[in-house]
């Protein structure tokens, strides 16, 4: 066996203990709020048949999940006249039955209806698991990387839409992020088309108006008169693009205005019922109305959510919304869901960014004990036992080794407390306490560590 | 789009929330233990390139990779003469460059290696990560499934290997399963062939002891015969064979009788060292010397560690022992290491044999509040931010249906307390509360029902 140079897969990642310490903070502190509100875990398999996927993610989709070639003789059952080059894409899916997960909604999806004779509804439940995609790489887009999923499906209250607000204002009020929650509803962008006698064109009209913070509003009226809407329509739609204020002021002026729409009257009303829920819940993070929101537009049917990080140019680390059909497609119609997707990778950049990541964060062991070997390690090695059982992370240097070497792996492991039981402490029983981050060397008696690691 | 009846692939396995929270408990607790004692984790991609995996499993390891058909055009590059039927072992070598990871071992040592610039040595690792095999699923083998890898490498010190110990010890007393951990090394039973002058017949000699419970010493020195033991070899042996007693007394026997082989007396000074730090540290399961433990013996080159159910005929539930050239192959020969692996799926099996699931794992939620609507529903949201807001996983359910439906939500989700705020209790400041194991209610003030969720 010859020598290689390891390396690992294009856009793939390891994570080195520093960065899963961070990283399981996150996800720690998303999986607890997600529990705080009675949602449950699922996991799914990484490998999904090829049929449960395609289809699903539309054609440039498709292109990008990555198959699994069958195992065992993976030619069996294919003619030589189909084993041209020209055919690859038949082959593909003759040799290949299998594919590595692209989202977790689909799997979702697969899993409600597989077992929905199992599962009570209402059902919440989050996810919180890679995802594979052929994607190029680029910065900060990888070819695997985590998603965390949480939906309520088989319920149409508000309070399911509130809650999710809620989620996002305790996942970022715990992790030191401030955020703001911009909200919007299908309902309302389905009024503003019918007002203006467009129904037809509400994704252009939601994509040029959010272009209004950079392009101002004259740009904003020749775009859509450029896409196709007459001047009349985009008279009629004025009053939205120049819609200020409060979101009681917001509301207020859309109420008159859709007054007469089908959906427009239902949504800012589920608007109205969304906010005055969180506010009972007691929501800390701001909450926007905004029009121009429309993520996953043909995919959402009522509310539309979606967070930015307040004090960073970054795009969105958590979005979502209401739909109707998730669950059709494998063959049960008409099972209503709501639910967000925090997205790890970008918090983890935003904390970064903020420098929010503290010490706390580096290492899960707290205290490390000096090894000078025969009785001094024996001795370590019973007190390191002792701090272990009142739930202190402990270790002792395992080799008898320079006390340079010994300081310097307490350091790069960013441990905060190092103890020292030399010939002279262990035979008056006392030791010495170093605190990493000062440099401070106390000596005490043994008993007193424990008070001394608790209290700082 | 058509109707699909949904399904996984054959050898997978979704897991609903009770075999998660299960799972959960299981996992939280092998990660607690492994950071009580220092270790940090890492996490691996699940794909990794084909040339890092194939070779390092034998010839049906590399038959039992999943891999991963090369993204865009995949035939790019083979020529039409290449496009066979009978060419396909080549073939997939050309159509797939990355495999699904097989094991934690060798991406670790992928790891270590790719990264050896960045890594203070020793480093103390732990990794939980699923792995797949593309072996034929049977009961209690899966396509799937999560290894639980610690390891410590760049250490030769023996209170490794006593600290391992003591992490099975304390990973299978939280847990609740009486085990007990055996303990051997290699260099007894080098020392062994060493005396029987049979060095090349490790293998044959550990294997056939292996069956000294089953079939009993006559057969045993039958099958050593068979196996290609002189006479002399055998009448040697005898005392291995018989070897009983407690741990002192077989080591004593055994620093006899390998006192004039090389590596003999190493290994029982290895043990005696391991058992007594293992002894100051507290170890409370049993430890056995057993001669005729030899898991993967062309891998280890020290201790050999195995933990068994007590209670529970299973194989075994963890196991692993020192090895001295794990990074060779990538390039970074002469580095020791030493860990274990904890197996979940087994784990789970016990427990769910031993009945040692309890309610507690069942739920992460703590409460569910009765939606009746109306000023009712709005009291009840209020009450439960408050709960969650010191700590209590709490749930409103979403709509106002039928009583009926809403306890048997909480029923079949194992919640274990449901707080009831109707007219009557929301005029009076008060609520009923149901302990739904029981089910016993109790009306009182509003402001008593954490004192009884949190005393009972």
């Known amino acids: 066996m010859s020598t290689q140079k390891p390396s690992i897969p294009k856009g793939t990642r390891d994570f080195s203990p520093i960065e899963m310490n961070r990283r399981n903070f996150i996800f720690n502190t998303i999986r607890s709020v997600f529990e705080q509100f009675g949602y449950?875990?699922?996991?799914?398999p990484a490998m999904e048949n090829l049929n449960t996927l395609l289809?699903?993610?539309?054609?440039?989709?498709?292109?990008?999940?990555?198959?699994?070639?069958?195992?065992?003789?993976f030619l069996s059952g294919i003619t030589e006249s189909e084993l041209t080059r020209d055919n690859a894409a038949a082959l593909s899916s003759k040799i290949s039955e299998k594919g590595l997960r692209y989202d977790l909604t689909v799997p979702f999806a697969r899993y409600v209806v597989q077992h929905r004779n199992d599962i009570t509804f209402p059902f919440k439940r989050y996810q919180i698991q890679p995802v594979w995609r052929a994607d190029r790489p680029q910065k900060g887009?990888?070819?695997?990387?985590?998603?965390?999923?949480?939906?309520?499906?088989?319920?149409?209250?508000?309070?399911?839409?509130?809650e999710l607000l809620l989620i996002a204002d305790q996942v970022f009020g715990k992790l030191g992020i401030d955020v703001i929650i911009k909200l919007n509803n299908r309902k309302i962008l389905s009024g503003i088309a019918e007002l203006i006698g467009h129904a037809d064109k509400i994704t252009d009209i939601t994509?040029?108006?959010?272009?209004?913070?950079?392009?101002?509003?004259?740009?904003?009226?020749?775009?859509?008169?450029?896409?196709g809407l007459g001047a009349e329509a985009i008279a009629r739609i004025q009053p939205v693009i120049n819609l200020q204020g409060s979101n009681d002021e917001k509301l207020s002026t859309l109420s008159e205005l859709l007054r007469d729409t089908t959906d427009g009257p239902k949504g800012v009303a589920e608007i109205i019922e969304i906010l005055s829920l969180a506010k009972i819940m007691n929501i800390s993070s701001t909450v926007e109305l905004d029009l121009t929101l429309a993520r996953g537009l043909n995919y959402y049917t009522g509310a539309i959510?979606?967070?930015?990080?307040?004090?960073?140019?970054?795009?969105?680390?958590?979005?979502?919304?209401?739909?109707?059909?998730?669950?059709?497609?494998?063959?049960?119609p008409g099972v209503s869901g709501v639910g967000i997707s925090f997205g790890a990778d970008r918090i983890y950049d935003v904390l970064n960014e903020l420098n929010l990541f503290t010490t706390a964060t580096a290492s899960t062991t707290r205290v490390m004990f000096v090894n000078f070997g025969g009785q001094e390690e024996k001795l370590s090695i019973e007190m390191a036992s002792k701090l272990r059982a009142i739930g202190i992370n402990t270790e002792v240097y395992p080799d008898n080794t320079k006390l340079k070497k010994q300081f310097s792996y307490a350091d790069s492991n960013r441990i905060?407390?190092?103890?020292?039981?030399?010939?002279?402490?262990?035979?008056?029983?006392?030791c010495i306490l170093k605190n990493m981050a000062t440099g401070q060397q106390d000596s005490m008696p043994m008993g007193e560590i424990i008070n001394h690691i608790i209290k700082v």
Chains 1, 2 share one sequence.
């Open 40 to 44: 449950q875990p699922i996991e799914t």
């Open 55 to 73: 289809g699903k993610y539309g054609e440039e989709g498709d292109k990008l999940l990555f198959k699994v070639l069958n195992s065992g003789d």
């Open 141 to 162: 887009r990888y070819r695997e990387f985590y998603q965390c999923d949480v939906d309520v499906i088989g319920s149409d209250a508000l309070i399911n839409e509130a």
């Open 207 to 227: 994509v040029t108006i959010d272009k209004l913070d950079k392009i101002g509003p004259k740009k904003v009226n020749e775009e859509l008169a450029e896409r």
């Open 305 to 332: 959510i979606e967070v930015k990080a307040a004090d960073v140019a970054m795009g969105s680390v958590c979005g979502g919304g209401r739909y109707d059909n998730l669950t059709g497609i494998f063959g049960l």
């Open 416 to 430: 905060p407390w190092v103890v020292i039981i030399g010939e002279q402490e262990r035979i008056e029983y006392r």
